[in-house]
C-alpha cells in the first residue's frame, strides 16, 4: 500500500483542476478529482482521502454545504479540509471556516501558496501535543494520541484546528495564550490568518462543549485561557 497523501481536489473548473492535480503529483501526492459537490461527498464516503481541496462555488451542492456534510458524519468528521474560492472577502473566509474549514485560500493563488497550506493542515493531522497523552480539565478529556475529546464521557467531533486549540488551552495549565501564540500553535509556523479566524475557530469550540463552554474564557484585548468552570479570571499570565 502506498504511504503517499491522497488528495481529492473539487473544482468545476476543470483547467483549474488539472492544474492542481498536476502540481500536486508533481510534489509527490496521490490526486483525484471530482466536479461537483455530490461527486466530492461520494467520493469521501468510498475513498477515505487524506485531505479535501474544496471550492466553494460548486454546482449541484456549494462547497461550504459539502463541508458542513463531511463535519456531521462521524465517520469523515476529522477530514482535514483546505476551501478555495474566488470570493476574497473576509466573510466568506469566515463562512467556510465557520462550517469546518481547516484552512483557506482565495483564488488567484500561487500553487506554492497552495501546497504549503496542504503541508501545514497535513501536518497537524498528522502530529500531536504531547503525543501519548490525555488531558482533563473538568468534564473535557483531550485524547492527543487518537485526536479525540470527551465532554462528560461523550466523543465530540473537532475540527483539526479547534483539536489543536482546545489542546493548547488545556496544556498552558491556566495561562493566557495570545492570539498571535494560538495562530503559531494551532495553524503552524508560516502561516498568517487574522485574529477574527482565531475567534470564529474558539466560537465553533464553545459551541461543540455545550454546556462547559465556559471552560474557555476570552481574557479582553489579549487572548484565551482555559480553566476549570468554578475559577476567576484573575491575574493570569499571558503567553
Not at 493566557?176 to 475567534?199: F, N
Request: net charge neutral; charged share 25%.
Amino acid at each position: 500500500m502506498s504511504s503517499r497523501k491522497h488528495i481529492l481536489v473539487v473544482d468545476d473548473e476543470k483547467d483549474l483542476c488539472d492544474l492542481i492535480s498536476y502540481n500536486l503529483k508533481r510534489a509527490g501526492y496521490e490526486v483525484a478529482a471530482v466536479h461537483t459537490g455530490r461527486d466530492a461527498l461520494d467520493y469521501v464516503s468510498e475513498k477515505s482521502p487524506d485531505l479535501v481541496v474544496l471550492d466553494v462555488m460548486l454546482p449541484e451542492l456549494s462547497g461550504t454545504e459539502v463541508a458542513s456534510r463531511i463535519r456531521s458524519n462521524p465517520s469523515t468528521a476529522a477530514l482535514p479540509i483546505v476551501m478555495v474560492t474566488a470570493k476574497g472577502a473576509e466573510v466568506d473566509q469566515l463562512v467556510g471556516l465557520t462550517v469546518g474549514a481547516d484552512d483557506y485560500i482565495a483564488k488567484p493563488f500561487s500553487t506554492k501558496i497552495l501546497l504549503a497550506r496542504i503541508e501545514a493542515v497535513l501536518r497537524r493531522a498528522g502530529g500531536t501535543q504531547q503525543a501519548g497523552k490525555a488531558m482533563a480539565m473538568g468534564a473535557i478529556e483531550v485524547h492527543t494520541d487518537t485526536h479525540e475529546v470527551l465532554v462528560d464521557g461523550e466523543p465530540v467531533k473537532l475540527t483539526l484546528t479547534e483539536f489543536r486549540l482546545l489542546s493548547a488551552l488545556i496544556a498552558a495549565g491556566g495561562k493566557v495564550l495570545s492570539r498571535s501564540v494560538l495562530m503559531a500553535r494551532a495553524m503552524g509556523p508560516g502561516i498568517t490568518v487574522t485574529e477574527r479566524t482565531i475567534d470564529v475557530h474558539i466560537t465553533s469550540v464553545r459551541r461543540k462543549l455545550g454546556k462547559h463552554a465556559g471552560v474557555v474564557k476570552t481574557i479582553r484585548g489579549v487572548g484565551y485561557r482555559a480553566t476549570p468552570e468554578e475559577e476567576s479570571v484573575e491575574s493570569s499570565e499571558v503567553l
